[in-house]
């Protein structure tokens, strides 16, 4: 036989095993996502991470790295991670540690650069997919964090000292903000007929019961947030009036009877201040407010040169970084990194406003405008953002707008 016969040819087994292996590879990598607890303790450098990069490599070799991720947005994307990086670098440079600074750096290249390459412009199968996947996981480590809460209270690893849930997440507050999430897209899942309503309701159900034994204020807030945009960003007057009266009920029902249903860890945290009407009660509002106070005086000397990354706590007279991610990049990279941050947030606005106004796309845009919306305000509550759990959520909630419409015959482009 000739060997050009022995060849594969273009969609021969050989290939389609290639493109199954790549899209393995991510889903993997979206799956592994919220699993923090899998990582080195030298860098920061996730299980989720050895299957990102694995699938880059794939399509790098398969000639399939998309040139615009992020379509005609991606100027508005590329442009602010430069800023974002240029403050970091230049804050490092002159007033910070190079060392630190250039770890920051390649943290937030492989979170702003790498994965959108990795996770956009997708087929709509393919990114409902991974998508689905995502809420799995989050199903999954609830369940894990429920088990740990229940049965092994005493295990720090992924139960807090005042018997919270944070799971394999390992942040309290980014768990709930992280269920609130699912929540949402188990919504869009729902409404966009990839799941049936008996599996919605399942995933609601452990989600719901998460983000309870996290007692998570932010996510609890967060959750109502999400959908009420959702609702609204839709224009589904049913769906808003679902949500407000499920909430109106809910809230009655923990006001009234919550200590007869509710997990410990919320009703001594949230309950109590609910009924008090005491929001110290709630949380350390207190602290950060300190720490935010304090972020405010020393930004105001670092506008155009910040601090670099990490060197917050190295000035800061309580030794930690505040929690607010606007002021601690404002101090450390300058008011050219806070530029940065700001358009990566728009450029999820711009894109679920321009899928609305000019493909008349309602579902997916809602989606892309409320966990932007959920994204900036949980911002206001953690440090540096570039861990994984925080990107591949915010990633897919733009590749449900940037995936084309199968109604419409489209493909994903390059």
């Not at 540690?97 to 994965?115: K, M, P, T, V």
């Not at 369940?143 to 005493?154: K, L, N, R």
């Not at 996290?214 to 007057?237: D, H, K, W």
Request: charged share 10%; net charge positive.
């Amino acid at each position: 036989m000739p060997l050009s016969a022995r060849r594969p040819r273009p969609g021969t087994a050989g290939a389609i095993t290639l493109g199954h292996l790549e899209f393995a590879l991510v889903a993997a990598a979206v799956m592994l996502a919220p699993v923090n607890y899998w990582r080195l303790g030298v860098a920061y450098f996730t299980l989720s991470d050895v299957f990102a990069l694995c699938s880059f490599a794939v399509m790098l070799a398969r000639g399939r790295l998309p040139l615009r991720p992020l379509g005609a947005a991606g100027g508005i994307w590329f442009g602010s991670v430069f800023l974002l990086l240029l403050g970091f670098l230049t804050g490092s440079v002159l007033n910070g540690d190079a060392l630190d600074g250039a770890q920051g750096i390649l943290q937030y290249s492989f979170s702003l650069l790498l994965l959108p390459m990795v996770l956009l412009r997708r087929t709509r199968q393919e990114t409902v997919l991974l998508i689905k996947l995502l809420v799995l996981s989050l199903v999954l480590v609830m369940i894990h964090g429920a088990y740990y809460v229940h049965f092994h209270p005493d295990d720090w690893r992924f139960v807090s000292p005042n018997g919270r849930l944070k799971s394999v997440i390992e942040r309290v507050n980014a768990t709930g903000t992280l269920a609130a999430l699912a929540i949402l897209f188990t919504l869009w899942l729902r409404l966009a007929g990839a799941i049936g309503p008996a599996l919605a309701l399942l995933a609601w159900a452990v989600l719901g019961y998460g983000l309870l034994l996290t007692a998570s204020n932010t996510g609890f807030f967060l959750a109502a947030a999400g959908l009420l945009v959702f609702a609204l960003c839709l224009g589904a007057v049913r769906i808003l009036a679902a949500v407000m009266l499920f909430a109106a009920v809910a809230g009655i029902a923990v006001y009234f009877w919550g200590e007869l249903f509710l997990p410990e860890a919320f009703q001594q945290r949230v309950l109590g201040a609910l009924r008090s009407g005491n929001l110290a009660e709630a949380g350390t509002f207190g602290d950060r407010l300190l720490l935010m106070q304090e972020a405010v005086r020393i930004a105001d000397g670092t506008i155009w040169s910040g601090l670099g990354i990490d060197q917050y706590r190295m000035v800061s007279r309580f030794s930690a970084p505040v929690h607010n991610a606007y002021l601690l990049i404002l101090a450390e990279g300058g008011l050219v990194s806070l530029l940065g941050l700001a358009g990566l947030l728009m450029t999820g606005v711009w894109l679920g406003w321009h899928e609305r106004a000019h493909q008349h796309r309602a579902l997916s845009p809602a989606l892309t405008l409320a966990t932007v919306l959920m994204l900036a305000l949980a911002l206001t509550g953690i440090t540096h953002f570039y861990a994984r759990f925080w990107l591949v959520p915010w990633l897919l909630a733009l590749a449900a707008s940037l995936s084309p419409d199968p109604a419409r015959g489209g493909t994903a482009p390059d």
